[in-house]
T-cell receptor, first 113, second 112 residues
Framework: AQSVSQHNHHVILSEAASLELGCNYS??????LFWYVQYPGQHLQLLLK????DPLVKGIKGFEAEFIKSKFSFNLRKPSVQWSDTAEYFC???????????WGLGTSLAVNP | KAGVTQTPRYLIKTRGQQVTLSCSPI?????VSWYQQTPGQGLQFLFE???????NKGNFPGRFSGRQFSNSRSEMNVSTLELGDSALYLC???????????FGSGTRLTVV
């Protein structure tokens, strides 16, 4: 079955630290990949998406993600986090003809000032 | 432009009752999806509608149903509510495949 797994459930960082959140998907064909963020008390917002082309995708608020097909991964990165990045981060994937968006369980990020 | 609007924001129901949740997508968006979000299970896909037709359905019992109207607005209905149905129900819309989804703020349903 298609699935998305996020390696870290809880991450705690200090401001200015670098961030990398892992995401792996289980599907060998064409995939569309997304990272969403949910700030406390707010709705889910799209950070970035990958459909095709350059595997390094840049999103909003300084986030980027790299699609590595050989590793079935789509890790989210940010070189220097801020307190305002405290949120829950979700990785999601469309695979093949499946019109269901499959979600990871999310990673809760806390950034200490 | 206005975002995805879900009503009501909060709802408290008792076991056995039924509930209807409403979602108004962004103008021009014809695809509407529904998700259930709980702390233990994360985001679980319920169903997706496009042009009034259900295109895909998740693994939920038949008590969960939905529909989409000609103006793309969608409703979700849950009958014979159970305690385990307590969750945040999210609606998301998009214009077409190839676009990311835009989410509403959700309806927080509590079943007591």
């Amino acid at each position: 079955a298609q699935s998305v797994s996020q390696h870290n459930h809880h991450v705690i960082l200090s401001e200015a630290a670098s961030l990398e959140l892992g995401c792996n998907y289980s599907y060998g064909g064409t995939v569309n990949l997304f990272w969403y963020v949910q700030y406390p008390g707010q709705h889910l917002q799209l950070l970035l998406k990958y459909f095709s082309g350059d595997p390094l995708v840049k999103g909003i608020k300084g986030f980027e993600a790299e699609f590595i097909k050989s590793k079935f991964s789509f890790n989210l990165r940010k070189p220097s986090v801020q307190w305002s990045d405290t949120a829950e981060y979700f990785c999601a994937a469309f695979a093949g003809n499946n019109r269901k968006l499959i979600w990871g369980l999310g990673t809760s990020l806390a950034v200490n000032p | 432009k206005a975002g995805v609007t879900q009503t009501p924001r909060y709802l408290i129901k008792t076991r056995g009752q039924q509930v209807t949740l409403s979602c108004s997508p962004i103008s021009g968006h014809r695809s509407v999806s529904w998700y259930q979000q709980t702390p233990g299970q994360g985001l679980q896909f319920l169903f997706e509608y496009f042009s009034e037709t259900q295109r895909n359905k998740g693994n939920f019992p038949g008590r969960f149903s939905g529909r989409q109207f000609s103006n793309s607005r969608s409703e979700m209905n849950v009958s014979t509510l159970e305690l385990g149905d307590s969750a945040l129900y999210l609606c998301a819309s998009r214009m077409r495949e190839g676009n990311g989804y835009t989410f509403g703020s959700g309806t927080r349903l509590t079943v007591v």
